[in-house]
């Protein structure tokens, strides 16, 4: 018997959040046990926004709809739906969503989103 080489994902890990934004994490450290990489597909509520953080890692953010606003090391950068990108590990960054539509987007993070390798700021 040939070992499978492929995955198909049909139950992402839904992770829990307070801020009502959906995450749904479709391959990574929480759903696939994988470390290598994350991609999890999310929609950002209106009026949203997290804390600043420095990643240990690279991420991609690809917008369907709506935008995000993402200020990067003091610089804030508009992603438009149909656009993306990508912010280098070691950035200090924060995502947000001020606007009055939500946003759809995928993340793919390199290595994988790891809550002890994000290092949120408080507050």
């Known amino acids: 018997m040939t070992e499978k080489r492929y995955f198909k994902q049909t139950k992402p890990f839904r992770v829990p959040t307070t801020d009502g934004k959906l995450i749904e994490e479709h391959f990574g450290k929480a ?4 470390d ?16 600043h953080q420095t990643p240990e890692f690279d ?11 993402i200020e990067i090391d003091g610089e804030e950068v508009v992603v438009e739906a149909g656009e993306s990108i990508l912010i280098k590990a070691g950035s200090r960054i924060r995502y947000s969503n001020p606007y ?10 390199v290595p994988a989103f790891d809550f002890t390798k ?3 700021e408080e507050g």
């Open 59 to 69: 991420e991609i953010t690809i917008v369907l709809r709506g935008r995000k606003l």
């Open 118 to 120: 994000v290092h949120r």
């Open 31 to 34: 759903s696939t046990h994988t």
């Open 36 to 51: 290598t990489f994350s991609v999890a597909h999310m929609v950002a509520p209106p009026h949203w926004g997290e804390p």
């Open 100 to 109: 009055d539509e939500e946003t759809e987007y995928w993340s793919v993070c």
